[in-house]
């Protein structure tokens, strides 16, 4: 079952950011929640390519210092980036990534 955020259907979690595609689209960093939600959002971005934006050393080394194991990743592929921008400022004010 696909995660839904905002009424919008995500394809995740992945264990990995090598299973990302390389495509534009708003991503999730999650964690385990207990509790009423599944997934703790850390860190929302939307991004011209997905799989690229984790393979810079300065995102995996913000992600390291975050010192949660265990790290999820959700994606939601979208082409139009007005989409995009509305959906991350969205998620942003509603939901309020840790970091």
Same mark, same amino acid.
């Given at each position: 079952?696909?995660?839904?955020?905002?009424?919008? @259907?995500?394809?995740?979690?992945?264990?990995?950011?090598?299973?990302?595609?390389? #495509?534009?689209?708003? $991503? /999730? %960093?999650?964690?385990?929640?207990?509790?009423?939600?599944?997934?703790?959002?850390?860190?929302?971005?939307?991004?011209?390519?997905?799989?690229?934006?984790? @393979?810079?050393?300065?995102?995996?080394?913000?992600?390291?210092?975050?010192?949660? #194991?265990?790290?999820? $990743? /959700? %994606?939601?592929?979208?082409?139009?980036?007005?989409?995009?921008?509305?959906?991350?400022?969205?998620?942003?004010?509603?939901?309020?990534?840790?970091?």
């Amino acid at each position: 079952m696909e995660p839904i955020i905002l009424n919008k @259907k995500f394809q995740g979690p992945f264990l990995n950011f090598d299973e990302l595609e390389s #495509k534009p689209g708003v $991503y /999730l %960093v999650v964690c385990d929640a207990f509790g009423m939600t599944p997934f703790r959002v850390l860190n929302a971005g939307d991004t011209s390519n997905v799989k690229e934006v984790f @393979k810079t050393e300065k995102k995996r080394n913000f992600l390291k210092k975050s010192n949660v #194991k265990n790290l999820k $990743y /959700l %994606v939601r592929y979208e082409n139009n980036s007005g989409n995009r921008t509305q959906l991350i400022k969205d998620i942003k004010k509603q939901i309020h990534p840790a970091i």
